[in-house]
């Protein structure tokens, strides 16, 4: 294991963080809303689903279409957003820019590894197929949570099955809901914006993409975020 004081694990996000898939969902969701009688998410709506679980995106949906959601309604969409999801991620993700060499990084590095999504586990497992489930020690998904982020549940849960507390794991997010589960969880945040930008915070060190990360530059945003929150 990497020494001491530095952390003992990463935990990648996946959507927006690993793979290029936030604008496979906003396609979704775009096709589940105009099935409801809408036309477009809104730019705020947009935002507001980054990161965000099936549930609370599709609640935003329901918002933008003005629709009421009663349960009939709420499971057929529900099951036209996962199945179309399910096609296009069959169609293959690509790489967010330095994502596969970080994963490998960590993994030389002598990292405990995890992924931890937002995404549910059916869907999650067909992306799987592409980046590879060697990469990761542990998956949670969205759906084996009582909350899903941004709550810190997935969080918690990932460093659990490691054998670690979450403060000794860096956690790596592209979202501002990503972001707010892993810094209530008592993670270090790298955050490694995509779809909107990030600003600076004690429990985050911002880097503008995964290309180039080293073991060293980990455990120094490790230490970076501990030193401030001890300050």
């Given amino acids: 294991m990497p020494a001491e004081p530095g ?15 936030e604008k496979v969902w906003d396609r979704s969701l775009v096709e589940v809303l105009r099935w409801l009688g809408g036309t477009d998410l809104s730019p705020e709506a947009r935002r507001e689903t980054l990161g965000g679980n099936l549930r609370s995106s599709l609640a935003i949906v329901f918002r933008e279409a003005g629709v009421v959601q009663t349960p ?7 099951g036209r957003l996962v199945d179309r999801t ?14 596969l060499t970080a994963l490998r990084t960590v993994r030389e590095a002598g990292f405990a590894t995890a992924l931890v999504t937002n ?8 992306a799987l197929f592409g980046i590879g489930a060697e990469h990761f020690d542990v998956t949670v998904c969205g759906d084996e949570v009582p909350r ?20 000794d794991c860096v956690a790596v997010e592209d979202s501002p809901t990503g972001i707010a589960a892993a810094e209530a969880s008592g993670a270090a945040v790298l955050a490694v914006p995509c779809e909107v930008p990030i600003p600076p915070g004690p429990g985050r060190v911002v880097w503008p993409t995964l290309e180039g990360i080293t073991a060293a530059d980990l455990t120094a945003a490790h230490r970076e975020v501990r030193e401030r929150q001890a300050a």
């Fill in 7 to 21: 952390p003992r694990a990463v935990l990648f996000d996946m959507d927006g963080t690993l793979i290029d898939s």
């Fill in 72 to 78: 009939e309604l709420s499971e057929q969409a529900a």
């Fill in 86 to 99: 399910a096609e296009l991620f069959e169609g293959g993700l690509p790489w967010r820019p330095g994502a």
């Fill in 119 to 126: 995404t549910g586990r059916y869907l999650t497992d067909k």
């Fill in 148 to 167: 899903g982020k941004p709550a810190p549940d997935p969080y918690l849960r990932a460093a659990s099955l490691l054998g670690l507390a979450a403060e």
